[in-house]
């Protein structure tokens, strides 16, 4: 670069001076003094190389810190969404979230199934990171399924799992607020493509033996700490829940933190997963 | 800074350039397995939860 071409008649000096005597005692001499001269005529201007050398130094680690910010972007926005969807698949895979939608492989059409509206079953709240349920959601078609883990922290549940359930909030099907957070960009992204959900979109949530199918019913934008949207009634903090709520968290605008993204949603049906798959999965594929 | 290392590396300039590849690739590589994780929970845009503001 070229501040360093500016030092660079010193280090010449120094180094290739046995280099250059190699081609004749005479020439050398002469060059040795032609140099002895030159560096004479620098010699006022000592203080300026000095300080041009390290300007030199200085520019080349702006332009190195502004490639390694670049890489930086790189690792955040691509790479752990590589790093992240390929666990995320792997753990579909091998604890097999996606077997229930085998049926949707059948020749002849899938089984459906028969929608209960009566009491679901309820499972109780599992260990913290414990994946215990699986969604999908048909407004998404191409995303893949992603799996529900306890727990909402950063480190151990949404950068490498995907989708976290508040902890203490209601579990699939049960009265109260189901409530879920996930990234929206980088680590995999599961909820991406919240903005695109309207209301009576279905969400379907499956744990081991029963499907949960959620219809939205609103979305909103509010600020971090806005914890009444995930109260057991949606934004009624201290309410006595009724219903069996569903309720999305994420953050917003993309690519940042300054508030975040939410919508709610109400459980439709239930059915068991043995029966086949749900109509509203049948339906995108 | 980039002068002094290429001065100091030996072999013909092939041989420098591909040393100098491997160097940065290196570096690249520890910055994606250690050092960008390390520094990602400092960055403002990655916060999805509601209650940790």
Redesign the interface.
Known sequence: ?SG??V??PD?HGR?EEPGGSADGGAGGGRRAARRAGRSRDREPSRGGGVVLGAV??LG??LITAGV?LL??LA??LW??DVESNREQAQLVQEQGWDEPLAPLEAPDGPAIVTPRYDEPPVMAEPDYLTTFASMRVPRWDGEPTRTITQG?D??NV?NPLGV?H?EGTAMPGGVGNFSL???????GKP?NRIAELQEGDPVVVWTADTWYVYRVTSSQI??????Q??APVPDQPGAEPTERFITL???HPM???RE?Y?VHGVLDYWAPVSEGVPAELAEVS | ????LW?HLPGPALVRVLILLVLAVAV?AA??VWV?PW???Y???????????
């Open positions: 670069m360093t071409e030092t660079r280090a180094d030199g130094v080349e680690l390694l890489a930086f690792w955040q790479w752990t909402t950063r480190p949404l976290g508040y957070a996930a990234h929206r960009t980088t680590y909820f509010v600020m971090p700490d806005d914890v949207v995930i968290t994420t953050c690519f940042s933190a975040r939410i | 800074m980039y002068g002094w001065r690249l910055c994606f960008f520094l990602a929970p960055m403002p845009f990655n916060d999805t939860t509601v209650g940790e503001g």
